[in-house]
């Protein structure tokens, strides 16, 4: 079984929880100073090791290990949310970077190892999964153009330029190169921890279906405008989440979920009848049936508040991604290694988050890997997972790593 250095691996995790250090957590939106220190913090790290290291002209860090191959492609990403915490996404990056230590010192794959990636704002500072999207060679020179970064409304030219990556080239995934794609992160929610369990192997990564929902109405004086002649565009919000709330859970799955992340009225003035709303929605579910059937009914319910209420209402598509199945044998060999590491402590589940996994899906084989987290918290400062599952997470990925390029050796 390949083998990791514990107090190694936890050295890097709390030297890069260092850079962009908030609270407890850790503050390094995508292409923040931080950021970038970060990425070429990892640079360095993976030079170290005999790696080809390079940040690409969408900020990809990629480090490509010597030797003919097959190669695995393991990562995640390290830029965080907003005032966030110090895993999500590094967890899967340093568990590579470990993996990678770990194959070039043992000497027994021969010219196989691991490509180590973090991708470029998993975290949708300024689009959706532009650093994967690259990479598969699904990011137009038009998307890059559109997008600002939703914090300060900064382009991502602009901010690719003021980190030194204008005339970079973006690099795109060799596929003859690699075996499968393995991905690590900490679970986000508190499945694991509610059930005493070590390791999480990802069955299926959901769909996530955004949309905007826009309300017209008539902007008018709170003090003089009659109840009965108002078009109040906030009432028609209100009664139409309302409407969701009663429905959806007649339709949805399970673990079907949906979110009203952003609610705003125009003009937002206490004295004003609002004239406009906007509310920001989303579903998510691993099942496309589930998710066409709750759009259909999102739709439906639109339609009902055009119809009979007083103001106009229209859906607005954000974006679609399509839900993801995860490798069946890379799945065996994440399950078959952590049998090894803490028997009977491990489980299949599905991811309720999007992750890099999902976007690389459809072109290469893709398992992911999760360990607890604390009370549930993720996305925010507070954010954590106790020294001894970091631990025991990065035995099993190394471990399922030496098998997959064991077997790939004959």
């Avoid at 190694?8 to 957590?25: E, V």
């Avoid at 679970?187 to 990802?202: K, P, S, Y």
Wanted: one cysteine or more; hydrophobic letters at 40%.
């Amino acid at each position: 079984m390949l083998e990791i250095n514990a107090d190694r691996l936890l050295a890097d995790f709390y030297d890069l929880r260092k850079i962009g250090t908030f609270k407890t957590g850790v503050h390094r939106p995508t292409l923040s100073a931080d950021d970038i220190r970060s990425r070429h913090w990892l640079v360095d790290k993976l030079r170290a090791i005999g790696h080809e290291a390079e940040i690409d002209g969408i900020a990809n860090v990629i480090g490509r290990a010597p030797g003919k191959g097959p190669h695995i492609l393991a990562g995640s990403h390290i830029e965080t949310q907003n005032e966030a915490g110090w895993l999500d996404g590094a967890l899967g990056v340093l568990y590579a970077l470990e993996a990678a230590r770990a194959v070039a010192e043992s000497g027994a794959y021969g010219e196989s190892g691991v490509d180590v990636i973090a991708f470029a704002d998993e975290e949708g500072h300024f689009s959706d999964m532009p650093g994967s999207n690259s990479w598969v060679g699904q990011l137009t020179e038009e998307t890059i153009d559109q997008a600002v970064d939703r914090t300060h409304g900064l382009p991502l030219r602009e901010a690719l330029d003021k980190a030194g990556l204008t005339g970079k080239p973006r690099r795109q995934m060799e596929r003859e190169r690699y075996l499968c794609f393995l991905e690590a992160h900490i679970e986000q929610g508190g499945w694991l921890e509610a059930n005493d369990l070590t390791i999480g192997v990802v069955t299926s990564i959901v769909g996530s279906w955004q949309y905007r929902i826009v309300i017209e109405g008539q902007q008018n004086h709170a003090g003089t405008t009659m109840m009965k002649m108002r078009r109040d565009a906030g009432v028609a919000a209100t009664r139409l989440l309302q409407a969701i709330e009663t429905e959806f859970p007649k339709i949805a799955a399970e673990l079907s979920v949906w979110t009203t992340g952003r609610i705003t009225l125009d003009p937002g003035a206490p004295a004003i009848v609002p004239g406009g709303a906007e509310i920001l929605f989303q579903f998510r579910d691993a099942d496309p049936a589930v998710l066409d059937r709750m759009h259909a009914k999102l739709e439906e319910l639109i339609k009902a508040e055009d119809t009979n209420g007083p103001c106009d209402v229209r859906l607005e598509i954000v974006s679609i991604t399509k839900p993801a199945l995860m490798d069946e044998t890379l799945k065996a060999a994440f399950t078959a290694s952590a049998e090894r590491v803490c028997p009977g402590k491990h489980t299949l589940m599905p991811s309720g988050a999007g992750h890099d996994a999902r976007t690389l899906a459809p072109y290469i084989p893709c398992a992911m890997l999760f360990v607890p987290s604390i009370n549930g918290v993720s996305h925010h400062w507070s954010e954590n997972t106790s020294d001894a599952d970091i631990i025991a997470g990065a035995r099993v990925f190394a471990g399922a790593v030496g098998d997959l390029l064991a077997a790939a050796k004959g």
